[in-house]
């Protein structure tokens, strides 16, 4: 049984910057691709961006590209997501996935994800 627990999220003001991580316990993700996912209230849940096993590869949403960068460290089973220059268009609660495995490339659907974590508020104000 795997647990993710996302944190990091607050309030902050557009152009202003957030960490988010997600720290896995009970088993290892080196060798899953990971995600970051966000929902938005009264909109449906949207990939952000991916990670794969050994960190060498990402892929992000054309709407964060640029402005987010997503990270991990496997010795620290912990995956990162560095927002920068944030809009109010941004705020949602975003969650870290673990893709099931094998994933030979990054899924942007949610179905490819089985294990999720409880979500983490991010609001930015304009």
């Known amino acids: 049984q795997v647990q993710l627990r996302d944190s990091g999220g607050g309030l902050v003001q557009a152009g202003g910057s957030l960490r988010l991580s997600c720290v896995a316990s009970?088993?290892?993700?080196?060798?899953?691709?990971m995600g970051w996912f966000r929902q938005a209230p009264g909109k449906e849940r949207e990939f952000v961006a991916g990670?794969?096993?050994?960190?060498?590869?990402?892929y992000y949403a054309d709407s964060v590209k640029g402005r987010f960068t997503i990270s991990r460290d496997n010795a620290k089973n912990t995956i990162y997501l560095q927002m920068n220059s944030l809009q109010p268009e941004d705020t949602a609660v975003y969650y870290c996935?673990?893709?099931?495995?094998?994933?030979?490339?990054?899924?942007?659907?949610?179905?490819?994800?089985?294990?999720w974590g409880q979500g983490t508020q991010v609001t930015v104000s304009s």
């Open positions: 009970g088993r290892s993700l080196s060798v899953h691709v």
């Open positions: 990670v794969s096993s050994s960190g060498g590869t990402t």
């Open positions: 996935a673990r893709a099931i495995f094998p994933s030979r490339t990054i899924p942007t659907v949610g179905s490819r994800y089985d294990y």
